[in-house]
């Protein structure tokens, strides 16, 4: 059993050492021990193009951080996690205290700028996100509010000024998400305003114009006067409908959104699959890939299948689940592009790693070897033991979806044949074939569709009959 003593001056190193923490890290009721660890630090990753690097374990924003069951220092749960190394903090306006407990544990850490001892090369070594679910940063006909940039704002009082306004100089944040985007109307609400910018902006502004203008320091919305620069990134979260997301990232033609946070786990395909649409297109993008719902909302643990809505929902079990916990953490930063995955933490005990979550958690997401054979067990293995039932936040599954728009096109003496993408099922996608008269004239692998352009590819000639472009899904 690694001792109390152990675990400190592994963190007093600066990152938890999984040589120190194997083997406590395994829950009781886990269905096998956490295999041997086989490098003494957390490993971190690239986030994308923001160049951050985090550990495969972030803290997520909900579970006790949000819904704080009696008697739980939520903030000691940022405090532990920062502790062991973990470096990507999520939170958001939506989620109740948690940005407030996020605003205690800063100044229990010294995470405050301008504050006396204040740690700037640990404020610089943190990825800290939060979000906003407000699709317009100005918008005439809601007179109401707030929009998006008073999120912006609420967020950085909360965290590291009195949670009244005051914002003290210094303070940002690493990553500013849209959160939830779920149809295209918000689609076409967040992007209103982008084509002016530099130019006469329109009554309604977008929240993507507004809150670049905070990351880049300039005022073309009319909205950042100050030019301030509170903001370093800007990103996406999306849980449901992998096609909204696709459209959103395909019209990003200057690569403005740098991360990508989406529902990623082991019963993803049994909906309609995020790791086989947009998860590839944001990784050929270059974006930084956060997984969430690893334990859908506490579903995989006995929850209700519903969004969490009191302490009452908050799991705090230890590898309590009908499949091992630490084999599902695994598959999900195992997935191709992930580079951190957020689990909300119920639970902590500085006295047992057994029994805290944030340790079993991070023990898993460092011990990321899968195979292709142990991932497809574990899927069916969840298939048997859940059915279709955990991931109620995600569409559901409509299998392969062809290609559409197929169009010929001559031009400068080719032939041209462009199409929108097919959407993947269960399976990813292998290639597509391009037909005519019922014979192949041409298979090329399948690839991202990159951009609101179509996907397309030149034939030596014309042929007679008309032509049709078929998906294939790996078999």
Not at 27 to 55: D, E, F, M, W, Y
Not at 97 to 104: I, N, R, T
Not at 225 to 236: I, L
């Amino acid at each position: 059993m690694t001792t109390r003593r152990q675990l400190l001056t592994a963190l007093s190193a600066g990152a938890a050492s999984t040589a120190l923490l194997e083997p406590a890290l395994a829950a009781k009721s886990a269905a096998k021990p956490v295999p041997k660890a086989k490098a003494n630090v957390i490993q971190k990753r690239v986030l994308g193009r923001t160049g951050h690097l985090v550990t495969p374990l972030g803290l997520g924003g909900q579970a006790s951080l949000q819904w704080t069951p009696e008697g739980v220092d939520a903030a000691d749960i940022i405090v532990r996690a920062v502790e062991l190394g973990v470096n990507y903090l999520d939170t958001a306006n939506v989620y109740g205290p948690s940005q407030v407990h996020y605003g205690e544990a800063f100044r229990r850490l010294a995470l405050v700028p301008g504050a006396p001892g204040y740690k700037a090369e640990l404020r610089e070594s943190l990825f800290l996100n939060s979000k906003t679910n407000k699709r317009f940063a100005k918008n005439p006909a809601d007179t109401a509010g707030p929009f998006a940039i008073d999120e912006l704002k609420r967020t950085l009082t909360q965290v590291f000024g009195d949670g009244q306004g005051f914002i003290p100089e210094g303070a940002y944040l690493n990553s500013i998400q849209m959160h939830a985007v779920g149809t295209y109307e918000q689609v076409a609400q967040l992007y209103t305003g982008m084509a002016e910018r530099g130019g006469k902006m329109p009554e309604q502004i977008g929240a993507l114009a507004a809150l670049l203008d905070y990351r880049d320091g300039t005022n073309y919305t009319g909205l950042n006067p100050d030019h301030r620069r509170w903001v370093r990134h800007v990103g996406v979260s999306g849980h449901a409908d992998s096609p909204v997301l696709m459209k959103l990232l395909r019209m990003d033609e200057g690569n403005e959104i740098d991360t990508l946070l989406v529902a990623l786990n082991v019963n993803d395909k049994l909906y309609l699959p995020h790791q086989n649409n947009v998860l590839p297109l944001a990784r050929a993008r270059g974006m930084g890939v956060i997984a969430m719902k690893v334990f859908a909302d506490g579903v995989f643990f006995g929850k209700e299948s519903r969004f969490s809505r009191s302490p009452a929902d908050v799991n705090t079990k230890v590898g309590n689940a009908k499949i091992n916990s630490h084999d599902m953490v695994r598959y999900t930063v195992s997935l191709p592009g992930v580079a951190t995955a957020i689990i909300g933490t119920g639970h902590i005990n500085r006295q047992n790693p057994e029994d805290d979550q944030l340790v079993v958690n991070l023990a898993a997401a460092t011990d990321v070897t899968m195979t292709k054979a142990e991932k497809e067990a574990l899927e069916k293995e969840a298939e048997v033991q859940y059915g279709a039932t955990t991931n109620y936040f995600q569409s559901k599954a409509q299998g392969l979806i062809q290609p559409t728009d197929i169009t010929l096109v001559k031009e400068a003496g080719r032939v041209k044949v462009t199409w929108q993408g097919a959407i993947a099922g269960a399976r990813p996608l292998q290639a597509y074939q391009i037909k005519a008269g019922g014979k192949v004239l041409l298979t090329i692998p399948a690839r991202p569709q990159l951009t609101e352009a179509p996907l397309s590819v030149y034939l030596e000639s014309a042929p007679d009959d008309a032509v049709d472009v078929v998906a294939l899904d790996v078999a």
